[in-house]
């Protein structure tokens, strides 16, 4: 079973940024899609960006020219640089894997953003 911890949450203003960083317990080159969900308050969990094992990637309309995701084989990470952040964007974000046929999420990290 794979466990992910999440890193790099915080307060931020508007037009800020942030990076995010999950590490993975296992070779992440294992893992075929890994990537990142959002729970903002009062709203259900939403995809924001994945990454296959192919490097093939997706961007929730949200994210797309703002966000970028990333995976680093090497450290067995995955990691969303988060530009040009808005209040909206306030939200626990989560760490997710998807590793024979299970999804796992982390347990989730703060990011808030202030106008």
């Known amino acids: 079973q794979v466990h992910l911890v999440e890193s790099g949450g915080g307060l931020v203003q508007a037009g800020g940024s942030l990076r995010l960083a999950c590490s993975a317990s296992i070779r992440t080159f294992t893992i075929h899609t890994m990537g990142w969900y959002r729970q903002g308050p009062g709203k259900q969990r939403e995809l924001i960006a994945v990454t296959t094992s192919g490097r093939s990637t997706n961007y929730a309309d949200s994210a797309k020219g703002r966000f970028t995701i990333s995976r680093d084989n090497g450290k067995n990470t995955v990691s969303l640089q988060m530009n040009n952040l808005k209040p909206e964007d306030t939200a626990v974000y989560f760490c997710?894997?998807?590793?024979?046929?299970?999804?796992?999420w982390g347990q989730g990290t703060q990011v808030t953003v202030s106008s």
């Open positions: 997710y894997a998807r590793h024979a046929v299970v999804n796992t």
